[in-house]
């Protein structure tokens, strides 16, 4: 099983993205899914993640108030809204699945904030 991280590119300082997590052989409702973020020469970082049953969210304070994290089981994939990016944004964003202890992750998708 292999997520798909979607939606990232270059913008400008202040610009907004919106990343999708999207999967082929699994159910995405059914698992808690997170948003992570790496940046060169720094350890892999989560920034949020949102719950199966309200669909509870939570964001690291270094995103909280700019990004948002959301559902769309009908297409089977969670977004992440981003707003006001910020140079220090800039990453390789990885999304991941979890759901009874197994955990599965896809290829990341490239943000660069310019200023």
């Known amino acids: 099983v292999q997520l798909q991280a979607s939606g990232g590119g270059l913008v400008q300082l202040g610009g907004s993205l919106k990343l999708s997590c999207t999967a082929s052989e699994i159910s995405l409702a059914g698992h808690t899914i997170g948003w992570f973020r790496q940046a060169p020469g720094k350890e892999r970082e989560g920034i949020s993640c949102?719950?199966?049953?309200?669909?509870?969210?939570y964001y690291s304070d270094t995103v909280k108030g700019r990004f948002a994290i959301s559902r769309d089981n009908t297409e089977n994939t969670v977004h992440l809204q981003m707003n006001s990016l910020k140079p220090e944004d800039t990453a390789v964003y990885y999304c991941n699945a979890q759901r009874g202890g197994v955990a599965y992750w896809g290829q990341g998708t490239l943000v660069t904030v310019s200023s």
């Open positions: 949102i719950g199966t049953r309200d669909g509870t969210a």
